[in-house]
């Protein structure tokens, strides 16, 4: 990853890992100083970390645009599932790799992509100036890509005759898991879309990065020699 601080990606780390980037930017040396103590003279003093600065302490966290705002607002919100999702996807990238099914690439770029969403996301339109709109705004042909993996995946796999439950071993499980989570990462975008906070761009790549992971799903099952589990009717018998 690159280093420059100025990047809207470096900006959406900071954000999704609960540091306000802005806060980060602007940390005075005073912050930045090794802490001493004066309980004892024994205890080793380090160089104080840029990972925690005690600005959210009251509740507040900072946008790109250096507006605070409540650790409750939607954008937060938003900004917490798209981490949550990122996380799961990490996991689901290791079961790819042990398995060779060949999907890990595309995971990491959609962690990338996600980078990248968070940096739009923590930009509101109506409160940002257009510069920093410009800046972080997602492109469309990240949602066109996904269109196209969609296409490709799906037309190497049996079609679906009903519905399939999450199954088909661990890489297939945690994709089903990291499509359950984008499915309320798109949800919590919805209002932000509406109010004009949010590009409409940012929903729709939401909304097919989740039908990405599911194909991909049924796609790691397939490259896996696994058995896909398909929903079935409950008969008399199997209520008693």
Not at 33 to 47: G, L, N, P, R
Not at 61 to 85: M, P
Not at 182 to 209: F, I, M, P, T
């Amino acid at each position: 990853m690159s280093t420059n601080t100025s990047s809207p990606q470096v900006a959406a780390a900071l954000f999704l890992a609960g540091v306000g980037a802005c806060r980060y930017f602007n940390s005075s040396p005073a912050l930045l100083s090794a802490e001493t103590s004066s309980a004892s003279s024994t205890v080793k003093t380090y160089k104080k970390s840029p990972v925690y600065t005690r600005t959210g302490d009251a509740g507040t966290s900072s946008l790109y645009n250096g507006e605070r705002r409540a650790k409750a607002d939607d954008i937060f919100h938003a900004l917490g599932h798209q981490d949550e999702l990122n996380a799961v996807l990490g996991i689901a990238i290791e079961y790819c790799v042990a398995s060779k099914n060949g999907l890990e690439d595309r995971l990491i770029d959609i962690q990338s992509r996600l980078f990248d969403l968070g940096a739009a996301v923590a930009t509101p339109q109506q409160t940002s100036p257009e510069q920093k709109v410009r800046y972080t705004k997602f492109p469309a042909d990240h949602t066109r890509q996904m269109e196209r993996w969609i296409d490709e995946l799906d037309s190497q796999l049996p079609k679906i005759t009903n519905f399939v439950l999450p199954s088909g071993g661990l890489s297939a499980t945690h994709i089903n898991l990291a499509r359950a989570i984008c499915r309320r990462a798109e949800r919590s975008v919805v209002a932000l879309v509406a109010e004009g906070a949010v590009d409409a761009e940012v929903g729709k790549y939401l909304n097919r990065l989740s039908d990405f992971l599911f194909v991909a799903s049924r796609y790691a099952t397939m490259k896996e020699g696994r058995e896909e589990t398909i929903w079935r009717l409950a008969t008399p018998s199997k209520l008693l």
